[in-house]
Nanobody, 120 residues
């Protein structure tokens, strides 16, 4: 059983920065793609960024140039560095991890979510 523990959500002023972390724990698992999604009030959950085990990233256009995703494979941890935050970045941010079940299949595990509020 893989569990995800997220941290880093907070209230921040526009233009500020935050760093989210998501650590996967358990035993006997291998992780593929890790990523962050977000869901604002009244909106659907959307992709923010993903990163492969090799370090290839995919960043949503809405946050490109402001957010950076990285991971520490030894720690099974993924990070989201968020700079130049805007009020429209306010949302619950969810960590998503693909746990490999075979060479080509996986199952998705979601974190509990961490709230980011950008407001003056």
């Amino acid at each position: 059983q893989v569990q995800l523990v997220e941290s880093g959500g907070d209230l921040v002023q526009p233009g500020g920065s935050l760093r989210l972390s998501c650590a996967a724990s358990g035993s006997g698992f291998s992780i593929g793609v890790m990523g962050w999604y977000r869901q604002a009030p009244g909106k659907q959950r959307e992709l923010v960024a993903t990163i492969t085990s090799g370090g290839n990233t995919n960043i949503a256009d809405s946050v490109k140039g402001r957010f950076t995703i990285s991971r520490d494979n030894a720690k099974n941890t993924v990070y989201l560095q968020m700079n130049s935050l805007k009020p429209e970045d306010t949302a619950v941010y969810y960590c998503n991890v693909r746990v490999l079940t075979s060479r080509i299949t996986y199952r998705e595990v979601w974190g509990q979510g961490t709230l980011v509020t950008v407001s003056s």
